[in-house]
């Protein structure tokens, strides 16, 4: 069960108080704001809040589980009493005080659900908390792959996946991205992998244990308060190669150099973006690529984005999601959502400032090509969503006691971002960039609400009655298009979607210029075929364009789903290697929800490839897929 609560006003002011030296002109405590409540933790902030953790852990490969500890430092309202934590399947054995005096603590029940349970501690006048735990073997944010899943095969391999509410299956705090805290870590693992953190390193070798050669320890510090679910781990048979002055890769060895020419143009991209929105405040810039069943394409982990391999295109075309990635060190990691409702404030300004980025190091054309793609992405989701009239179509969304993973899907990204790009379409780019740039430096290292940008908008940005023309509350809290949306068109895309008219008409290719397109060219003429295209045609664009066995995975998943569509059996083997290979769940999850619209001739096959692939998932990806193919009806059984 979730709660939406209202501390009570003495504790409000009390934190008030605390946080700055001002009464007179005092801002309102996000947390006791309508927009400011986060429905997906039980944390009560207003009464006592975290603002550190430190974590003391062994990562027991055997087991599969986090064991040691969590030490919290609170922050609490005078007449607090208790402090209210999130758990999901944590085993505690104990919690004591800052004295190692214990303390009485409870676990409620859980939701069922990936809420999981209140952990409630009673302080008994304690500002510091230690928690002894073990994290559960399944835990849903942590993926202990087998030598077998790695690239290399010789290691085994630990990864954590934080958003949206997962960290709680593995540490025991208020996981909400409204409450940001500093962290540290010392973390315990077989000597030969390597422990990364998304923070500062400060053993990278680690440290040798004594008496046990066989491990090794290595500690971490992240001293900017960060939203919780930005905590990340991973550990594996590592190598790392330096990009720039501030920058570098680790991936297995097999993979390095790959990534490493993958990634060169990175320090050009973070120039590009400091120029663009003001100084990167994280110090190091570091990407980790992950095996093939890590289920995001990119994760932002601050100072460690974790990636797919399955960008590895070996001609940069994919890039634009390390440029995503890079960007949410501004909006998401340093203006961060205050809950999960908000998730288009992490996503559309994301997706804007990323195509900001493309274009500053790729040119316009790119630029334009992506944006406009991103076009057609939007109004796929519109679609999916039920259409224009659909309540999930809304920016800002109400997601209490859905899963935040509700929100995830292009309405937050693009639509945000074209909401953006209608801003500033209409205030001009000079006056939009220097108050974004601004916004992020007012509101950075806070939680932010979709009521708090508005307010800094008509605060800051705009001028007259721009913001009614704009109607910008319409915008963010009401569903649909408006039709004031810019949309941005790519002309070298219209040229492409009269080569996919003309195919179409006749199954010649004398028109298409494949071997001329770029990624961007190739995946909109896929996309803009009728859904429905007889046999031969099929043939012909596998024949001349060797789709089933594209490299570029953004081509061969676009590919697939047309072949699926069409029930061409040649693309059978195609789709049970692509399905096999990899876990990310934008490619899986759509795959298997269309083999499964094809009834004999799709479900039995998804099926069977599922029954294989799953176990090389993560759970965020299974989650999905279970619900699609009715799995877990069959494994209860
Ligand atoms: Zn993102």
Not at 63 to 83: F, H, K, N, P, Y
Not at 106 to 132: C, F, M, N, Y
Not at 262 to 269: K, L, S, V
Not at 274 to 289: A, M, P, Q
């Amino acid at each position: 069960m979730l709660r939406r609560l209202f501390a009570p006003l003495a504790a409000f002011a009390f934190i008030a108080a605390c946080s700055s030296g001002t009464e007179s002109s005092e801002p309102e405590n996000i947390y006791a704001t309508e927009e400011g409540q986060d429905s997906h933790s039980y944390a009560r902030p207003l009464e006592a809040r975290v603002t550190h953790v430190s974590l003391d852990l062994t990562a027991d490969f055997e087991a599969q589980r986090m064991v040691g500890s969590a030490t919290l430092d609170l922050e609490i309202a005078d007449d607090a009493e208790e402090v209210v934590l999130d758990s999901k399947g944590l085993e505690i054995r104990e919690v004591v005080n800052g004295e190692g005096e214990a303390l009485q603590w409870e676990i409620g029940e859980d939701s069922g659900d990936a809420h999981g349970a209140p952990l409630t501690v009673t302080l008994d006048g304690a500002e510091q908390v230690k928690i002894t735990y073990a994290s559960a073997p399944g835990a849903a944010a942590l993926q202990w792959l087998s030598p077998e899943q790695t690239a290399g095969g010789n290691q085994p391999f630990l990864f954590s996946q934080g958003q949206a509410i997962l960290n709680r299956t593995w540490i025991p705090t208020q996981d909400s991205p409204g409450i940001r805290q500093t962290w540290d870590a010392r973390i315990v693992a077989p000597a030969d992998l390597r422990v990364v953190m998304s923070a500062d390193m400060l053993t990278p070798d680690g440290e040798t244990l004594e008496d046990e050669p066989e491990l090794l320890a290595y500690r971490f510090e992240m001293n900017q308060a960060v939203a919780p679910y930005l905590i990340a781990i991973a550990a594996g048979d590592l190598a790392f190669q330096e990009l720039g002055p501030r920058s570098g890769v680790y991936a297995e060895p097999s993979m390095i150099d790959a990534a490493a020419s993958e990634f060169e143009d990175i320090e050009a991209m973070i120039d590009a973006a400091e120029d663009l929105y003001g100084e990167y405040r994280w110090g190091r810039y570091d990407l980790l690529v992950l095996p093939p069943s890590f289920p995001f394409g990119g994760m932002e982990n601050p100072r460690l984005t974790f990636v797919t391999p399955t960008i590895l295109s070996g001609d940069k075309s994919l890039v634009s999601l390390v440029a995503h990635e890079l960007a949410h060190s501004w909006s998401g990691n340093l203006v961060t959502n205050a809950s999960w409702d908000d998730f288009w404030l992490n996503e559309g300004f994301t997706v804007y400032f990323e195509n900001r980025i493309m274009e500053a190091v790729y040119g316009e054309a790119r630029a334009q090509m992506l944006a406009d793609l991103g076009w057609a992405d939007m109004m796929g989701s519109i679609d999916d969503a039920g259409g224009l009239e659909a309540a999930d179509t809304q920016l800002h969304l109400d997601l209490a006691n859905r899963d935040p993973d509700d929100g995830m899907t292009d309405i937050a990204y693009e639509k945000g971002a074209v909401f953006l790009r209608t801003i500033e379409h209409t205030v001009g780019r000079e006056r939009f960039d220097a108050w974004l740039r601004s916004y992020f430096d007012r509101n950075a290292f806070q939680p932010q609400t979709s009521a708090g940008l508005i307010a800094d908008m008509r605060a800051n940005l705009f001028e007259g009655s721009e913001a009614d023309e704009i109607d910008i509350e319409r915008w963010v809290y009401e569903p649909g298009l408006p039709e004031n949306a810019v949309h941005v068109e790519s002309p070298r895309l219209r040229l492409v979607d009269r080569a996919a008219q003309s195919f179409a008409g006749g199954g010649q290719t004398a028109n298409v210029a494949w071997d001329r397109y770029t990624t961007q060219e190739k995946l909109r003429f896929l996309h803009a075929l009728p859904r429905e295209l007889p046999e031969d045609y099929l043939a012909t664009l596998d024949d001349e364009f060797g789709l089933n066995e594209a490299n570029n995975s953004e081509i061969r998943f676009a590919w697939l789903m047309l072949a699926i569509a069409n029930r061409y059996d040649p693309a059978r083997a195609s789709v049970e290697e692509f399905l096999t290979s990899m876990g990310r769940r934008k490619f899986v999850a759509p795959l298997f929800t269309a083999l499964s619209e094809q009834g004999d001739w799709g479900t039995p096959f998804a099926r069977r490839i599922y029954e294989r692939a799953r176990p090389t998932y993560h759970s965020v990806t299974t989650g999905t897929v279970d619900e699609t193919l009715g799995w877990e009806i069959e494994e209860d059984a």
